[in-house]
């Protein structure tokens, strides 16, 4: 709603000189970015899923062309699915489902590695693939859990904090490629399953603020069907 807002005005220098210290006064914020790193790790190789099956079990195209359709609907279900359990559930359990979904699709990576087969029916990977798909969405659950343990005032900052602090981890699926071209793909599965224990344990213990019992989650649709009436 509209509202007076009085804005201290400051210097690019100083505001981001004072982010460090914005840092270490949220501990639930601390726990949480150690997390989103984990995360970063654990999701860096839905890049490769399709592209190790192609290698892995020599798939035709027309099969690869069929997986990356399973991926998509996986994408569009992801969507429904994660804001139903950040509404329903809170979004503290998002994330932790997050990571469990994570550590599912590298077990099932790392059991096709060591057990190989010339020839796997394709219907045996679709499974993968689509939770693969789903698990691309997940990122909502640690911008909405943000904004439940930081004040309204704060937000913007924590929110800026949280991209400065997961943005070198972008570059986790080029470095993966490489090890990928090297190594193997093997590597890269028994790193994210690691991250993804680590980051359960972790997620398991995130809890809502007693003072705000309520999950915050803005539900897309509902905000464009607002917006139609007025």
């Known amino acids: ?22 840092f270490k006064k949220n501990k639930a914020f601390q726990k949480l970015a150690l997390i989103r790193i984990l995360a970063s ?18 798939l035709s195209a027309s099969q690869v062309s069929t997986l990356v359709y399973i991926q998509i609907i996986g994408g569009l279900i992801g969507g429904v699915f ?12 998002a994330i932790l489902a997050s990571q469990i979904i994570g550590l599912t699709i590298t077990s099932i990576a790392i059991i096709f590695s060591l057990f190989s087969v010339s020839h ?17 969405g997940s990122w909502i659950g640690f911008l909405n859990y943000t904004i439940d343990i930081v004040s309204e005032a704060d937000r913007t900052v924590y929110l800026l904090l ?30 994210s399953a690691l991250s993804s224990l680590i980051a359960i344990y972790l997620a398991a213990q995130l809890k809502l603020p007693a003072s705000n019992p309520d999950p915050q989650f803005v539900d897309p649709l509902t905000v464009i069907g607002s917006q139609k009436d007025d």
């Open 1 to 22: 709603l509209p509202r007076p807002m009085e804005l201290e005005r400051t210097s690019r220098r100083n505001y981001y000189r004072q982010l460090p210290a914005t």
């Open 41 to 58: 790790f654990t999701s860096m190789v839905a890049p490769f899923v399709i592209l190790f099956n192609r290698e892995h079990f020599s």
């Open 82 to 93: 994660w804001g139903r359990v950040c509404s329903r559930l809170g979004n503290h359990r």
């Open 120 to 136: 796997l029916p394709v219907l045996f990977i679709w499974p993968m693939v689509l939770i693969n798909g789903v698990s691309m």
């Open 162 to 191: 949280l991209n400065l602090i997961t943005f070198p981890f972008t570059l986790l699926a080029f470095l993966a490629g490489l090890i990928a071209q090297y190594f193997g793909y093997l590597p890269i599965f028994v790193i």
